[in-house]
């Protein structure tokens, strides 16, 4: 899982991301442009991918999970 976080590829998830900091609703739509540190991460929903699936598809898809945990340690404490 480190080489996918490490090479960039969480960066490139597109979606519908929304943070919240200093009392402010921000949208993303790339991972990559979520800043490294916010209050609350508010809406976490990455586009998958098209049918037909290949296994590498599936191989991405299944790391949105580690995604979410990696967005949510920057929430603020």
């Keep these: 899982m480190a080489g996918i976080l490490e ?3 969480m960066d ?5 991301f929304i943070i919240k900091d200093n009392g402010k609703l921000t949208t993303y739509n790339r991972i990559g442009d979520i800043p490294d540190e916010f209050d609350h ?6 586009k998958f991918i098209e049918p037909p699936h290949t296994l590498t598809d599936h191989m991405h898809m299944m790391q949105h999970g580690t ?7 920057r929430e603020k404490k």
């Design 7 to 9: 090479s960039g590829i």
């Design 12 to 16: 490139n998830i597109e979606g519908e």
């Design 41 to 46: 991460l508010i809406k976490f929903k990455p």
């Design 67 to 73: 995604y979410l945990n990696e967005l949510m340690k």
